[in-house]
């Protein structure tokens, strides 16, 4: 049975941690580090522990204990990152839903700027830009909404027309629901798999109407650690999570009373860009070409059955990464190709 938001209750704050007792504490502390007392009261945080074996349980249960009337520790056999948001969801009862996975934090003194925006909010997702924090270097790619005027409510249409340039945090690290537009979309995560963030920051769009962008840096997300699912060797092993979650979220797309173009649009380009991670995972990260060619393949011939839009609005992408692959690209050259003159060529000439 879920929970109602109640009158005092800000914002709650979903923490899916599995075997994170090295970053866990860094994480919870950037919470509370810069809140008074009444911003405290205003906060519900809920630390799911996913089954860990190390001492995640241990370290939650500390914190909660700290801080009583704030945080509460759900302990649940391991189900994957999105069985921890689907349970945090069940009794969150904050008027606004976040997660914050345990790898990663929160700006200093970003947390107040949020609640303060939030008292004053009821737009059903509010925006905030982050960083990208490389695990090794420590270098930090900032994510911004140019061209957004910070604290100024649109709709998803007005928002959409603003640009890609906008529209950059609009993903799983920016999203900030109201938590009734959570539920009202019967989100309910696949478990078990990877890939389930694209999910979560997409499905309840079709329920979503408003748009709040607040131009500040909010959470700071750590990459290039070699257990995540988004590092080269844990994708080629979850091709088959990402048709999953490919598949999931055209069933929401398609089962949708009605939607408006911005809504039609934004599920569209992002089951492209899932198209795109399984494209360039098979053609220029496998290194067994061959196989890696025919499993893009017979994806493009289920992509075709699935959506026709779809497909379409896919096919230069799919057609650039064969000629790449042909020519002996592999996805580290990628990188570098992306800003050279000749693959904006291709782009023009194929499409």
């Not at 879920?2 to 709650?12: I, R, V």
């Not at 630390?47 to 759900?74: C, K, M, W, Y």
């Not at 088959?240 to 979220?249: A, F, Q, R, S």
């Not at 380009?269 to 017979?298: F, S, V, W």
Request: aromatic residues 8%; contains cysteine.
């Amino acid at each position: 049975m879920t929970n109602q938001a109640d009158e005092k209750t800000l914002l709650s704050i979903a923490v899916p941690a599995y075997n994170a007792a090295a970053t866990l504490q860094a994480c919870l502390d950037s919470l509370v580090a810069d809140l008074s007392a009444a911003e405290m009261s205003s906060i519900q945080v809920v630390i799911i522990d996913d089954g860990s074996t190390d001492n995640t349980a241990s370290i939650a249960a500390r914190f909660a204990a700290e801080h009583p009337d704030s945080v509460q520790l759900l302990r649940k056999p391991n189900g994957g990152h999105g069985s921890g948001i689907n349970a945090a969801l069940t009794c969150a009862h904050g008027r606004y839903f976040k997660v914050v996975d345990a790898d990663d934090w929160l700006a200093p003194g970003s947390l107040s700027q949020l609640l303060a925006a939030l008292a004053e909010s009821c737009a059903d997702v509010v925006l905030t830009e982050f960083h990208t924090v490389d695990a090794s270097s420590g270098q930090r790619i900032a994510f911004t909404m140019s061209g957004a005027t910070s604290g100024v409510p649109l709709s998803l249409e007005e928002f959409w027309r603003l640009g890609k340039a906008a529209r950059s945090c609009l993903n799983f690290h920016g999203v900030c629901y109201r938590t009734e537009v959570l539920r009202t979309s019967k989100t309910v995560l696949p478990e078990h798999i990877s890939y389930e963030d694209l999910a979560y920051a997409t499905v309840p769009f079709r329920c979503v109407q408003t748009v709040l962008p607040l131009r500040f840096f909010l959470y700071e997300y750590q990459v290039g650690q070699a257990s995540q699912s988004v590092s080269d060797t844990n994708k080629l092993k979850g091709l088959g999570d990402l048709e999953t979650v490919l598949v999931y979220i055209h069933q929401a797309y398609s089962s949708a009373v009605s939607l408006t173009p911005s809504q039609r649009a934004y599920f569209l380009a992002n089951m492209a860009e899932l198209l795109l991670d399984y494209y360039t995972i098979c053609l220029l990260k496998n290194p067994n070409r061959p196989a890696g060619r025919q499993l893009a393949k017979e994806m493009r011939q289920r992509s075709q059955a699935l959506d026709s839009d779809l497909y379409r609005l896919s096919q230069g992408q799919y057609r650039r990464l064969r000629l790449l692959a042909a020519l002996g690209v592999n996805a580290a050259v990628l990188g570098h190709l992306k800003a050279s003159p000749l693959y904006h060529l291709l782009r023009r000439l194929i499409g």
